[in-house]
């Protein structure tokens, strides 16, 4: 399985936007508040298949995008996944983590009590972090 296109549009209610490299999309759980998932333009399965130029650059940019959400959304850590067991295609979750999170000193995953944020909270967190990422 790989990611549709199609949710890479401005038409997709959880796209935020794109920089340089990436397509960055609000993830649909936001038990951590600002959760995101970044996809790189240069569609490839996994991390080693990238060219080794290519490397560098695109970890720069999950990095800045992390340092930026974490700041935006006032988050005590970031954690950064890129597993590939589901979707065959390379991509981080970006996850602020809280100390009042409840998975708060263990992994995200599994989520206790996921949380679908309502329309105006959803629209919100998307405008917040394409405020931060227009300063990549």
Do not use: C
């Not at 954690?79 to 067991?85: C, E, P, Q, T, V």
């Not at 263990?106 to 629209?123: G, I, L």
Request: proline share 7%; aromatic share 10%.
């Amino acid at each position: 399985m790989k990611f549709e296109q199609t949710i890479f549009r401005d038409d997709n209610p959880w796209f935020i936007g794109e920089t340089r490299l990436s397509y960055l999309i609000l993830n649909f759980d936001q038990s951590y508040l600002g959760r995101s998932i970044l996809v790189p333009k240069n569609e490839t399965p996994d991390l080693e298949s990238l060219e080794e130029g290519a490397v560098g650059p695109l970890m720069l940019e999950v990095a800045q995008i992390g340092r930026h959400i974490k700041t935006e959304f006032k988050a005590d850590r970031m954690n950064y996944a890129s597993l590939g067991n589901v979707v065959a295609q390379l991509h981080w979750h970006l996850i602020p983590r809280y100390e009042d999170d409840l998975n708060w000193g263990a992994p995200p995953w599994p989520v206790r009590e996921p949380r679908t944020p309502s329309d105006a909270e959803r629209q919100s967190s998307i405008q917040r972090i394409r405020r931060v990422v227009a300063l990549i």
